[in-house]
């Protein structure tokens, strides 16, 4: 896949993560940040169950995935530290 493919994923990742886990709004260049890192994570995850992902649409949803995780440990750490 190509970096603008990547990236384009990343935003969609990263804006449906933050409508799902209901987190305070990153902005445009912070989806694309949490869905970039979240698609690592993502991967790993389903790297490490044995799954594989296929396809434009199997890439968004391990993105997503991989998004939500990377939330839900910023929202637990950021109410950790409050």
Partial sequence: MDLLGFLII?????WIADILVKSSSFGLVGDLIVG??????????F???GI????LLGNIIM??????VLLL???MFARKRA
């Fill in 10 to 14: 990343g935003l969609i990742a990263g």
């Fill in 36 to 45: 970039v890192i979240g698609a690592f994570i993502g991967g790993f995850i």
């Fill in 47 to 49: 790297s490490a169950l």
């Fill in 52 to 55: 594989d992902a296929y396809g």
């Fill in 63 to 68: 993105a997503i995935i991989g998004a939500v």
């Fill in 73 to 75: 440990l910023l929202n």
